[in-house]
């Protein structure tokens, strides 16, 4: 059994992904697996040069990152569990950090990330909010901070939590990964932070977050409802996510969505603020110069 299994999911982004791969070494205790949702060539081509990296690939249809990180999931030997996407890379000695954490016993350790445009290389803002984050949780030691962690990147995460509490990544348009997040950072008692960098997020037109359509809005917005209704059932409601962004997004598709989603939240009481500070930023935002 590995140490450590590192899960890629990826679709169409050879380059990129092969500058992942030159990030991460080839070590005894790293188990690599990339699983390929159906890209546009053969994903094995690069099995050659990379002979230490399983490579799989998602039966027929394109289905999306949740079904290749599932899939992954099956495949993985290790102890622990890391996530990367393909247009990402890790930093030079994010694995000598890694080994040094490895043998304690915790249920998931959440690092600092940094993030890049991927065209210029200068600074992006993606990886702000886990470092603000991590610094409450620094201040407060309260794991329901990480509820608002969204993403799987950049946390070293037991397999044996994963397993016993079998969570797994929806397989939808887009957002597979927020309930996943969700459900480690509820399960999770052993938790550690760190500030050191193990991971770089790159900010590129193409992401999938920047996926604007309304299709892509619909399947956030559900998402929401699905992670803010397993918090009210778990009686942590103060913990819900903003609907602001979904009902601003709706504005986009026409005045009746706009409404629709504005009197569901209210129906369900689902935050369309976090606070009153919040509030007052949108609003300075938005309607100030």
Known sequence: MKSLSIIIPHFNSKDSLIVLLNSIPNNDWIQTIVIDDNSNFNIFELAENYKHIEFFKVDKNKKGAGAARNLGLEKATGNYLLFADSDDYFTENAFEIIKNKINKSFDIIYFAPISIHIKSGKPATRHLSTILLIEDYIKNKNKEIFFKNYGPVSKLISTKLITDYSIKFEEILTSD?????????????????????????????????????????????????????????????????????????????????????????????????????????????????
């Open 177 to 289: 990964d927020v309930m996943f997040s969700l459900m480690v950072a509820y399960y999770s008692e052993k938790i550690e932070v760190s500030k050191e960098v193990i991971y770089v997020i790159t900010e590129s037109d193409n992401s999938l977050t920047k996926q604007k359509s309304e299709k892509h809005e619909d399947c956030r917005f559900q998402t929401m409802v699905r992670y803010n209704d397993f918090l009210v059932s778990k009686g942590l409601e103060k913990f819900q996510g903003s609907m602001f962004p979904h009902l601003r997004n709706a504005k986009k598709f026409g005045w009746y969505k706009f409404w629709y989603i504005l009197f569901y939240c209210k129906h369900n009481n689902y935050p369309i603020f976090y606070d009153y500070k919040h509030f007052s930023r949108i609003l300075k935002r938005n309607f100030t110069t």
